[in-house]
Antibody, heavy 131, light 108 residues
Framework: EVQLVESGGGLVQPGGSLRLSCAAS????????MNWVRQAPGKGLEWVSY????????YYADSVKGRFTISRDNAKNSLYLQMNSLRAEDTAVYYCARDRGIEYCSGGSCSLLGVGYFDYWGQGTLVTVSS | DIQMTQSPSSLSASVGDRVTITCRAS??????LAWYQQKPGKAPKLLLYAASRLESGVPSRFSGSGSGTDYTLTISSLQPEDFATYYC??????????FGQGTKLEIK
């Protein structure tokens, strides 16, 4: 069974830092592209960041660029989000989400290509930025 | 960034009703559209992708259509478990995925 379990959320003062973790199990983590998506209280979903399966390609939403850093450790089946210079508007539930991927085979070998939509999500971890 | 606008923002309906939710993109997205269902306190659940392809395990009463900038999610006969908030998401722009603001489907 695929499981994604976030941790590391909590209360932090404006300007502070926090590191979120997402522990993955039940699938070959190193084959999948991963994302962070957040949801402010009572609001909609906002994509935050993307990382390729190898970690070599990374994207950020403009709202977090320069402040947040996504990373992964495939040996530990874990995804991370380092959040610095936190602001009140960063208050949200943060979800890690797996890109559904599609298998592509060529020349006898197959790999998983990212598709951009998310088939498994964690339960989320709440980050509250407040003094 | 591509902006996604859903309508209506909220909707009241009864069990058995047919309901349609619309999602409009600020530019053409070539069917690169997914729909999610979210219940209170829970993570979103993928319903459809590529505008009209049903994710495995999702009931066939859910369907999607559209092209260019305009897309719809239809639930053919509402069931009690369908009352939730629905989001569309474009993945045409790989540098910046964006979601609609959500449509809350409530029991009439």
């Amino acid at each position: 069974e695929v499981q994604l379990v976030e941790s590391g959320g909590g209360l932090v003062q404006p300007g502070g830092s926090l590191r979120l973790s997402c522990a993955a199990s039940g699938f070959t983590f190193s084959s999948y592209e991963m994302n962070w998506v957040r949801q402010a209280p009572g609001k909609g979903l906002e994509w935050v960041s993307y990382i390729s399966s190898s970690g070599s390609t990374i994207y950020y939403a403009d709202s977090v660029k320069g402040r947040f850093t996504i990373s992964r450790d495939n040996a530990k089946n874990s995804l991370y989000l380092q959040m610095n210079s936190l602001r009140a508007e960063d208050t949200a539930v943060y979800y890690c989400a797996r890109d559904r991927g599609i298998e592509y085979c060529s020349g006898g070998s197959c790999s998983l290509l990212g598709v951009g939509y998310f088939d498994y999500w964690g339960q989320g971890t709440l980050v509250t930025v407040s003094s | 960034d591509i902006q996604m606008t859903q309508s209506p923002s909220s909707l009241s309906a009864s069990v058995g009703d047919r309901v349609t939710i619309t999602c409009r993109a600020s530019q053409g997205i070539s069917n690169s559209l997914a729909w999610y269902q979210q219940k209170p306190g829970k993570a979103p659940k993928l319903l459809l992708y590529a505008a009209s392809r049903l994710e495995s395990g999702v009931p066939s009463r859910f369907s999607g259509s559209g092209s260019g900038t305009d897309y719809t999610l239809t639930i053919s006969s509402l069931q009690p478990e369908d009352f939730a908030t629905y989001y569309c998401q474009q993945y045409y722009s790989t540098l910046s995925y964006t979601f609609g603001q959500g449509t809350k489907l409530e029991i009439k």
